[in-house]
Structures are given as structure tokens and as C-alpha cells.
């Protein structure tokens, strides 16, 4: 499933290669998905707000009525109903029941611009801030180690080669590795930063089969295989951990957002 510019939801038919449109939002831009282990629940961060949907997308309710940008379900705990939310300004908002009420846990961060968030299989979350463009030091990547409640600095992944941007848009998690998408606003320049979870610091690419990419937009991780979607209209994929990459689509727009059909 994708996100893009005017196109809120598409749905791969197979391997990517040809895409169907299968929903519409009242917001018509749609910043991340996040789906659940029940493939009928599914949240969309949207510029109006956080929706959710408990029948795949055929229906939706408005949670909330302030611009959102990152959404992630913590499947751990079996409900699909555990979420963090994040929103421009405010920052990252916990929910245990579905969005219906939320909390504020942005302590420990260092930025309110959050542009993604996951969880690992254990409950430790993982937060993306878009760094400053005015050349402050902000941003980057933030880990929450699951059952407690101040976020710490992710930028040397525990201890090592620090990542290369701080203006990170998006993150995807294995059972092993962690990925980090970044867009430079200056020049457009855009790669996929790889750590593993057990730390030892970031491999920052160099060339396109690495994952040095124009804009990255968003990743996922489905089965076997992460995927990336780029501001120069391409849907990529790796299937060996993020190590190299692929060209597989043209998409419609921008891509926004990749995650499982």
C-alpha cells in the first residue's frame, strides 16, 4: 500500500509493478499508513488529522483534527490499538485505545517535527526528526526502549559511525536492522541509512545501489524485503537487509508512504 500527492491510497496488484487506487481520505494528502497485525485496521496521518479504518480502508473515522505526521501501531501488545502519533509542533502522542485519547511522551526529544516513527518486535519505538535548516543541531533518529518513557539520541545507533543527515523523513525495522530515509531541503539529496538494532553505528551510502536516492520519502519493511519510496517518482526495494537497491516502479506522485497490501 502507497500514499501520494493527490492520491491518498494505492494498492499493489503484484510485485509492485502495477498499482490500483482503493480508497479516498476527506484530506487528500496523506503523509504515512501504518496497518496492523489484523490487516483491516489501518491509521492514515494526514494533513487534517489521524483516521482509522477497521475494514482495510473502505471506511474511515477522523481521531483527530491536527495536521499529523508520523503514525505506528505497536503490535506487541496484541490490540492494534497501541499507537504513537506524531504532530508538527506538539510532537509524539501515545494512544492505548485506538486514538480515541492521547498523551503526550515527547520527553527526551530534541525537535517537535517528527516525520516517522516505528516499533521494533520487542515494543522499542524509533522516532525520525527533520533536522533545522536554518543549520541547527536538532534531528535525527530517536529510540523510546520499550517500558520507559524518555527518548534518547539514535544518531550513532549506540555507539559508532554517526548518520549523515539529520533531515530524516522515515524509518523501517527487521528483526535485525534498522533503516533511515533522509531528504536534504537544500539539494534534494536523499539516502538510506542503515544500523543494526543491536547498535555499532550507521552505514551512510554512496551510490544508488547502495540507497543513495533523490528524496527518500518513506520505507517499509514486508515479509522479506524493504521498500523505499523517493521524491524522483520510484518505488525501490532491497531483499538482503537495506545493503543494496533496486529500481522497481514509476508511481503516480510522489510517494509519501509504503506498507504491506
Not at 535525527?140 to 526502549?145: A, D, H, N, Q, S
Not at 551510502?205 to 514486508?222: I, K, M, Q, R
Not at 533496486?246 to 506522485?253: L, P
Amino acid at each position: 500500500m502507497s500514499s501520494s500527492i493527490g492520491n491518498p491510497f494505492s494498492r499493489p496488484t503484484y510485485s509492485g509493478a502495477n498499482w490500483t487506487s482503493i480508497a479516498s481520505l476527506p484530506a487528500r494528502y496523506v503523509w504515512k499508513v501504518a496497518v496492523g497485525a489484523s490487516p483491516n485496521v489501518v491509521y492514515a496521518a494526514t494533513t487534517i488529522g489521524l483516521f482509522g479504518s477497521s475494514d482495510g480502508g473502505s471506511s474511515w473515522t477522523r481521531l483527530t483534527f491536527d495536521s499529523t505526521r508520523a503514525v505506528a501501531i505497536d503490535r506487541k501488545d496484541g490490540t492494534d490499538k497501541t499507537i504513537l502519533v506524531g504532530v508538527p509542533g506538539a510532537g509524539i502522542l501515545r494512544s492505548t485505545d485506538g486514538g480515541v485519547t492521547l498523551v503526550d511522551v515527547s520527553q527526551g526529544l530534541d525537535s517537535t517535527d517528527v516525520r516517522g516513527i516505528v516499533f521494533d518486535a520487542i515494543g522499542n519505538a524509533y522516532a525520525s526528526l527533520f533536522g533545522n535548516t536554518a543549520g541547527g543541531t536538532w534531528g535525527g533518529v530517536f529510540k523510546l526502549p520499550a517500558g520507559t518513557a524518555t527518548w534518547m539520541s539514535w544518531n550513532t545507533a549506540g555507539g559508532g559511525t554517526a548518520i549523515a543527515s539529520k533531515f530524516v523523513t522515515s524509518l523501517a525495522v527487521s528483526a535485525t536492522t534498522l533503516l533511515a530515509g533522509s531528504l536534504d531541503p537544500n539539494s534534494g539529496d536523499g539516502r538510506v541509512h542503515r544500523s543494526l538494532l543491536a547498535g555499532g553505528g550507521w552505514t551512510n551510502p554512496t551510490t544508488e545501489a547502495a540507497g543513495y536516492l533523490f528524496g527518500v520519502e518513506s520505507l517499509n519493511f514486508a515479509g522479506t524485503t524493504f521498500y523505499a519510496g523517493s521524491r524522483a517518482l520510484c518505488l525501490y526495494s532491497s531483499t538482503d537487509g537495506g545493503v543494496t537497491w533496486t529500481r522497481q516502479a514509476q508511481a503516480g506522485g510522489q510517494i509519501r508512504d509504503v506498507d504491506e497490501p
